[in-house]
T-cell receptor, first 110, second 117 residues
Framework: KQEVTQIPAALSVPEGENLVLNCSFT??????LQWFRQDPGKGLTSLLL?????REQTSGRLNASLDKSSGRSTLYIAASQPGDSATYLC?????????FGAGTTVTVRA | DTGVSQDPRHKITKRGQNVTFRCDPI?????LYWYRQTLGQGPEFLTY????????KSRLLSDRFSAERPKGSFSTLEIQRTEQGDSAMYLC???????????????FGEGSWLTVV
């Protein structure tokens, strides 16, 4: 059974600092890994989908890396802003369903 | 708005009552998923449809839960005889079929909050 873990559970940084969010998974035989953002009381917004053949995927200030062999992915957010405050979740497919981590809740202090 | 839409967004019900949630996926998406999320946890898979066929159901989906997707368009999730433990956010998501490999982005709706009192 695929287990997905995100550490830390919460993170607080001053505005402008770079964010590093970690995701680990137990079964390295994955097709892809997806990062989502969730604002309080809201649904999930897809940020990045990184295929198993890729090592990195970038979108604006966001960069996701994937190391299948070690079962890890990292989401980097450059020059954080208060608007980046949210919960960030990673997910990997298990057949056609997603297995999610519990998320990292980020607070960016102005 | 061409995203996944869910209705109602919030529902408060008394224990023992039935509730139904509706999901309208992105129009060209033939896969539709239901997930449940409780506070501080990631979403947990409940069930998924490919067109109108329900292809997988989680063991979390007790016999009080039923989901349908008539004509492969919108979907409903009904919970009968609600219990306090059913209180959660119910998320719907959709994606496009891409061969046999689940390589496509999955898009989520805003969720339907259920509170059972």
């Amino acid at each position: 059974k695929q287990e997905v873990t995100q550490i830390p559970a919460a993170l607080s940084v001053p505005e402008g600092e770079n964010l590093v969010l970690n995701c680990s998974f137990t079964d390295s035989a994955i097709y892809n890994l997806q990062w989502f953002r969730q604002d309080p009381g809201k649904g999930l917004t897809s940020l990045l989908l990184i295929q198993s053949s890729q090592r990195e995927q970038t979108s604006g200030r966001l960069n996701a890396s994937l190391d299948k062999s070690s079962g890890r992915s990292t989401l980097y957010i450059a020059a954080s802003q208060p608007g980046d405050s949210a919960t960030y979740l990673c997910a990997v497919p298990n057949d056609y369903k997603l297995s999610f981590g519990a998320g990292t809740t980020v607070t960016v202090r102005a | 708005d061409t995203g996944v839409s869910q209705d109602p967004r919030h529902k408060i019900t008394k224990r023992g009552q039935n509730v139904t949630f509706r999901c309208d996926p992105i129009s060209e998406h033939n896969r539709l998923y239901w997930y449940r999320q409780t506070l501080g946890q990631g979403p947990e898979f409940l069930t998924y449809f490919q067109n109108e066929a329900q292809l997988e159901k989680s063991r979390l989906l007790s016999d009080r839960f039923s989901a349908e997707r008539p004509k492969g368009s919108f979907s409903t999730l009904e919970i009968q005889r609600t219990e306090q433990g059913d209180s959660a956010m119910y998320l719907c998501a959709s994606s496009q079929l891409s061969g046999a490999i689940p390589g496509n982005t999955i898009y989520f709706g805003e969720g339907s909050w259920l509170t059972v009192v």
